[in-house]
């Protein structure tokens, strides 16, 4: 926690309190304080003040790798059953059950994404701010654009819709969406006439220079793999081929998001202000970095039998698990051998292990580090 806050009093509280909310497995504060040492209710009251003093959207954003080769945006449905009245709880895709959207945005690592962003939406808070689900898209966009330089922006395919990509173009910043082949589908080539979303079994179709909806010139890649009955087509600024493999990577990285849920529990959030919810999902995805990060060295010395003083060279990806030798590497994510592997490890080995992951976490959050590591 000291390379995440400046203040020492602040790190000490910030340490006990993501310490808890691991032990724990839940974001909610009551069960914070019950696995803090002393009264929870007076622990409760230093999660609240804790929360008061830091930006921890801020303290989010530390974790942004410049040399990431690109940026997943993902959003998922955070379902509000009992808080239908909520301020900016609306209603979810379904147009009936209660919720907001999250989007998450995130740094690939090691077959995993390491979280730095977020904003979260709904039709209610739409609507009381007169916008609309793209103007928060690019809210979100615009907070991060900078960061992104030429790297790509990856995208599913519920945002492969005109507008944005409008203005992801206007800006100059690169993407990588999956098309939605849906019923408004039209893509054409450069005379103008439709191009026919048609592929066979194990083939690859390549359409460079097309323009989605007649207007945004894109390169369109297309793969069929055998024993699939759907397509997956891409849409990209970056040459065809390039597209596809960092589509098929993020595709890889959609268990990050079933941790956030399944192992922290993020859907048990259930604040009355968007901005004390903003600061507990900030607060929680700060804690699965740090669990994730300890995680995965766990994982590297006990399924993939790294040396402790190799370990540092591991997580910053300037070594590799030997697969073949090691396949059970790839079973567990390095979260859930924390939380849920109960792993006998001597005490000696264990500080020998601590200061690595510490020396690591440094290049970590200080820039320097790697490029995706394929897993």
């Known amino acids: 926690m000291r390379y995440l806050l400046d203040d020492d009093k602040l790190v000490m509280l910030g340490s006990k309190i993501i310490r808890a909310l691991l032990d724990a497995q839940s974001p909610r504060i009551s069960n914070i304080a019950e696995k803090m040492k002393g009264k929870s209710g007076s622990c409760y009251k230093i999660i609240q003040r804790f929360l008061q003093k830091v930006d921890l959207k801020q303290v989010l954003l530390r974790f942004y790798q410049a040399e990431a080769s690109f940026v997943i945006g993902d959003p998922t449905e955070m379902k509000r059953f009992r808080a239908p009245k909520t301020s900016y709880v609306g209603t979810l ?29 709904s039709s209610r808070t739409i609507a009381e701010q007169v916008t609309s689900r793209n103007q928060e ?18 995208l599913d395919r519920e945002f492969s819709y005109h507008e944005l ?16 082949e849906g019923k408004g589908v039209r893509i054409v080539d450069e005379e103008g006439k439709p191009i026919k979303l ?26 069929l793999q055998k024993g699939l ?22 595709m890889k990285i959609e268990q990050t998001f079933r941790d956030f849920k399944d192992l922290l529990h993020l859907p048990k959030l259930m604040n009355k202000h968007q901005h004390h919810l903003e ?38 990806g300037k070594l590799k698990v030997d697969l073949k030798k090691y396949p059970k590497w790839t079973i567990y994510s390095g979260l859930f051998v924390l939380l849920k592997q109960k792993l006998r490890i001597p005490k000696k080995e264990l500080n020998l292990l601590s ?8 290049h970590l959050i200080y820039g320097n580090v790697r490029s995706f590591v394929r897993t």
């Open 93 to 121: 895709s379904d147009g009936m059950t209660a919720g907001y959207w999250l989007l998450v945005l995130s740094m690939p690592y090691r077959g995993r994404a390491i979280p730095f962003s977020f904003v979260l939406y």
């Open 137 to 154: 898209h690019f809210r979100c966009f615009e907070g991060v654009k900078g960061l992104l330089g030429d790297r790509p922006l990856v």
């Open 165 to 180: 990509m409008e203005i992801l173009t206007l800006e100059q910043i690169q993407f990588v969406i999956r098309l939605n």
């Open 198 to 223: 048609l592929i066979h079994p194990g083939d690859t179709i390549i359409r460079p220079n097309v323009y989605y909806l007649g207007k945004i010139k894109v390169n369109l890649i297309g793969y």
């Open 229 to 250: 009955s759907k397509p997956l087509w891409v849409i990209t600024t970056l040459k065809p081929e390039e597209g596809l493999e960092i589509y098929q990577q993020r």
């Open 279 to 316: 600061q507990m999902i900030a607060l929680t995805l700060i804690a699965y970095n740090l669990g994730l990060w300890f995680g995965e060295a766990l994982r590297d010395v006990t399924y993939g039998h790294i040396p402790l003083s190799q370990v540092q060279l591991c997580l910053t």
């Open 355 to 362: 200061r690595e992951v510490t020396k690591a976490f440094a």
